[in-house]
């Protein structure tokens, strides 16, 4: 997608987003709606210039040209519902004026300065986000420019804190593309990324209690205990002693919305105690009231060690991330120093925009927004899962939400497999995103993480798109899957 006005966050990962449909011209202009801007010419040099994100680069792509509140507007001149929030990254929606007010005003003052000088938007933002963490846990903040380079610098201070080298991850986990990041990553994206390097990187498996077969009442202490022993287990085989961290995501994101089990979050901190082994806590997804609360941690009662942000903290206005470190770990930092910098770390006009971000999460209560609407979206999807048969099973926590698509409830088959070049997502995710309704997807999963901004109504008005297209699957899609499989049976 192309972005064409500064008041528009990037998209740049088209990883199971949508094309324009067969036969749609992908540049037409509306003179109402495109703002004068030449659609056509814009696609041609995004086809012909950008490497794609995690993509062939050279296919079809929308072009925006405007972007409001969880509006966004294509070469069609059309509005379409932002329901993923981009890269679940626009949490209080588009254009926000505040943020692009304190960003142009810092602009107009300086718009950056060395890491090495205090700054106002800077020193401000870290007593805020310590705060919001909570004093009696979290000191420091190391700031970053995004998702990867946060659990880059976790993982290198976790290593330098700890003396040891070994990390475990999730294989079910996303946590970002620069080296370290992309072998903490579990999913296939890390492949590319290993080319040999990486030694110390170990991966387990998180529970996904549908996916491992679990169902009814005593599912969710079945799948974490087992998942505990599992990684216990492996956690000795590997030697404790030589393991510095664990990263999970506290709430899988990209990999589909998997909400830890009860039990799962806390038994995995008494591990990391057990064994003197550090807790990272990667909320590049969940932060910033996603699930309802600041950190989606505080809604599980389990404290990280470390915890990284990114996204939602100036609402993806400009690039920002960083690591927010335990008491202990701020105090090693004040007699060793840091083995990591950026030249953009702290940058002021990011540090600008977090600042009024921040202001409007508090002043338009979102949190509490999100307390009323999340409902809405939950029986919603709930009953999406009792009325289609191609609904495997949804999964929501506050504004994070997916749905799981199989081609058989019983057998709990998913759409797609793992890895599978089958294109039938990304003719779903086309179909929902013609009628209106922008979202990506993994696998076999279709996203629904509005902006946190939508309105009861907006979902009411939105949401039927879903629940068509999820009914096309079942009547177009389904009976050819079946079938197929009978054949394969034969
Ligand atoms: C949980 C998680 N961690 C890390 C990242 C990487 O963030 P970035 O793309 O800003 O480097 C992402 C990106 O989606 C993510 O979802």
């Excluded at 401000?124 to 004093?135: S, Y």
């Excluded at 009696?136 to 190391?142: D, G, Q, T």
């Excluded at 899962?385 to 799981?404: D, T, Y």
């Excluded at 279709?446 to 079942?474: A, C, M, N, R």
Aim: glycine fraction near 10%.
């Amino acid at each position: 997608m192309t972005v064409t006005s500064a008041r528009i966050t990037p998209v740049s990962d088209a990883c199971g987003q949508a094309d324009p449909a067969p036969g749609a011209d992908p540049g037409r202009t509306s003179e109402i709606d495109t703002l004068g801007i030449d659609t056509q010419e814009i696609a041609a040099q995004h086809r012909d210039h950008v490497l794609q994100s995690w993509s062939v680069s050279g296919g079809p792509v929308h072009t925006i040209t405007r972007a409001e509140g969880i509006w966004l507007w294509d070469e069609t001149g059309r509005r379409i519902a932002d329901m993923s929030s981009l890269m679940v990254c626009a949490n209080l929606g588009h254009g926000h004026p505040r943020i692009a007010e304190a960003i142009a005003e810092q602009a107009r003052r300086f718009c950056f300065m060395s890491p090495a000088f205090a700054t106002e938007p800077k020193s401000r933002l870290a007593a805020r986000l310590v705060a919001l963490a909570g004093r009696e846990h979290f000191a420091r903040v190391m700031f970053t420019n995004g998702g990867a380079e946060s659990n880059e610098h976790a993982l290198r201070i976790a290593r330098t804190v700890t003396g040891r080298t070994k990390v475990f991850s999730s294989y079910r986990s996303y946590h970002g593309a620069t080296a370290g990041a992309a072998q903490a990553t579990g999913d296939w994206r890390r492949l590319g990324a290993e080319q040999g390097a990486g030694a110390g990187f170990v991966k387990f498996l998180s529970p996904h209690p549908y996916q491992d077969g679990w169902s009814g009442e005593a599912a969710d202490a079945a799948a974490t205990e087992r998942a505990l022993a599992d990684l216990e287990r492996q956690l000795r085989f590997e030697g404790p002693e030589t393991v510095a961290a664990i990263i999970v995501e506290p709430v899988v994101g990209a990999n589909g919305v998997i909400i830890p089990p009860e039990g799962y979050l806390p038994g995995l901190r008494r591990l990391c105690d057990r064994y003197g082994i550090l807790l990272i806590f990667d909320e590049v997804m969940t932060g910033f009231g996603r699930t309802g609360t600041m950190f989606a941690w505080q809604g599980f009662g389990v404290v990280p060690d470390l915890m990284t942000f990114a996204k939602g903290v100036d609402n993806a206005a400009v690039p920002l991330g960083g690591v927010l470190v335990s008491r202990e770990i701020a105090r090693f930092f004040e007699e060793h120093p840091l083995p990591g910098g950026l030249t953009y770390s702290g940058h002021t006009l990011a540090c600008a925009a977090a600042n009024a971000a921040l202001d409007a999460y508090e002043q338009y209560g979102v949190l509490e927004h999100v307390a009323q609407t999340a409902p809405v979206l939950a029986d919603f999807l709930d009953r999406m899962a009792r009325e289609h048969e191609c609904v495997g099973q949804v999964r929501h926590l506050g504004m994070f939400a997916a749905v799981e698509l199989v081609s058989d409830r019983e057998a709990r088959t998913p759409l797609v497999g793992y890895r599978s070049s089958d294109p039938v997502m990304k003719r779903i995710i086309g179909r929902l995103y013609d009628r209106g309704f922008s979202t990506f997807g993994r696998e076999n999963t279709l996203h629904v993480s509005p902006p946190l901004t939508i309105t009861t109504q907006e979902l009411e008005q939105v949401l039927p798109i879903l629940d068509e297209v999820l009914g096309w699957v079942d009547r177009e899609m389904l009976p050819a899957r079946r079938a197929a499989a009978k054949d394969m049976e034969d």
